[in-house]
């Protein structure tokens, strides 16, 4: 008689629950904002962003020839210098907004022009990749926008098309200086979809529980915003 056994993922084997908080992530309000934002979007990556991506492309160990994979590419600037970093190998994208995923895919054409670059327009929970695809992933200020349990999601599926010991890198918004905290809780009051909540001090816990090998953890400041950079091996 045929048996079909069901596949677990790493954190429901563990009986993991994801924390306890009270954001929900709409997807339709995410998409409706980045897309409008994806012109501007380039001016915050410049003034926020940019040291920190810096730190984790290095931390994240990609060298030409690999199979890399950015989630959540925003306008595009993390994935170029990923494209840089590995113009014989292959990169892909994805993001859940339209504007954002091709405005990446079209701004890494133009800079580097042959290389094998393709972005596209997808959810982070269920990615259109096959299990063990990507050499190293890498994800910033993602997590923030989703829900509890769509951060274990997101990070399950990160973990399976990673190919085994591949490396994840991911850069959150820190939560080390207290004005900036009071800050973003006024700002993402006022607009939740654009900001999310903050939450990094919660990922370390659900990268373990998703059975990632913590490697390094960096925390750093532009511009007054600060970033926390993790990096882990599947
Ligand atoms: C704060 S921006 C960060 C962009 C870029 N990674 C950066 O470092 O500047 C968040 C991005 O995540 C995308 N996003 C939000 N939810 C997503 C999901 N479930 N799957 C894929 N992309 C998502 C948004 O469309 C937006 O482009």
Redesign the pocket.
């Given at each position: 008689m045929a048996t079909s056994t069901v596949r677990q993922s790493p954190a429901a084997r563990r009986g993991t629950r994801p924390f306890e908080d009270s954001f929900r992530f709409l997807?339709d309000n995410?998409?409706r904002v980045?897309d409008m934002l994806s012109p501007i979007y380039p001016v915050s990556?410049m003034l926020f962003?940019s040291n920190a991506?810096k730190v984790a492309l290095s931390l994240a160990g990609v060298t030409d020839g690999m199979r890399v994979l950015e989630?959540?590419?925003?306008s595009g600037?993390?994935f170029s210098r990923l494209v840089r970093s590995n113009p014989n190998g292959a990169t892909c994208g994805?993001?859940?907004?339209p504007n954002?995923a091709a405005r990446t895919q079209r701004v890494a054409r133009n800079r580097i022009p042959g290389v094998k670059a393709h972005c596209q327009a997808?959810?982070?929970?269920q990615m259109p990749f096959r299990d063990g695809s990507f050499d190293a992933v890498v994800c910033?200020?993602?997590l923030e926008?989703?829900g509890a349990e769509?951060i274990v999601r997101t990070l399950e599926e990160m973990r399976r098309v990673l190919r085994p010991n591949g490396k994840l890198a991911l850069?959150l918004t820190g939560q080390q200086d207290p004005a900036f905290n009071v800050w973003h809780k006024f700002i993402a009051g006022i607009a939740p979809a654009f900001l999310g909540r903050l939450m990094e001090t919660r990922i370390p816990e659900l990268m373990d529980a998703c059975e990632f090998e913590l490697e390094h953890d960096q925390q750093l400041r532009q511009t007054w915003y600060p970033s926390r950079v993790v990096v882990a091996r599947r």
């Open positions: 997807p995410t998409r980045y990556t962003h991506h989630v959540a590419t925003g600037e993390m994805i993001d859940i907004s954002m997808s959810d982070s929970r910033c200020y993602l926008l989703l769509d850069v």
